[in-house]
């Protein structure tokens, strides 16, 4: 689940996996994050690591912790998150593709079309 050999941090690898959970909706608003601990045996990190990645979703306000009781996920965590990824991830795979189309010299149509076909396949290659 984790690439040692990434660049990107793995406090911030572990946080996005955790983002995946929530958009993914395994981790809906009010439950219960993993602890420290569960996420530095399920990954294999040093507990601190593991308590980096909570940090970082405290502070984007994804979660909010309860002395004593843990971390849980923010009530609008979902949508916060959907908001962000539409206006940073997807806009820059827009643009990326929009690009190599261009440098292919697909028309906008044919672009189009590869894109509902493959939205209508799932995302999945054909």
Do not use: C
Request: net charge neutral.
């Amino acid at each position: 689940m984790l690439d040692p050999t990434s660049t990107e941090p793995i406090y911030q690898q572990i946080a996005n996996w955790l983002e995946r959970e929530m958009l993914e909706k395994r981790l809906q608003a009010h439950d219960k994050i993993y602890s420290q601990y569960q996420l530095a045996d399920m990954f294999q990190v040093n507990p601190a690591t593991a308590g980096k990645a909570i940090t970082l979703l405290v502070e984007k306000n994804l979660a909010y912790k309860k002395r004593g009781l843990g971390t849980f996920v923010q009530e609008q965590a979902f949508d916060t998150l959907k908001t962000e990824r539409l206006s940073s991830t997807l806009d820059e795979a827009v643009q990326t593709v929009v690009k190599e189309a261009q440098l292919l010299n697909i028309t906008e149509e044919m672009l189009i079309r590869k894109i509902k076909d493959a939205f209508h396949q799932g995302g999945k290659s054909s």
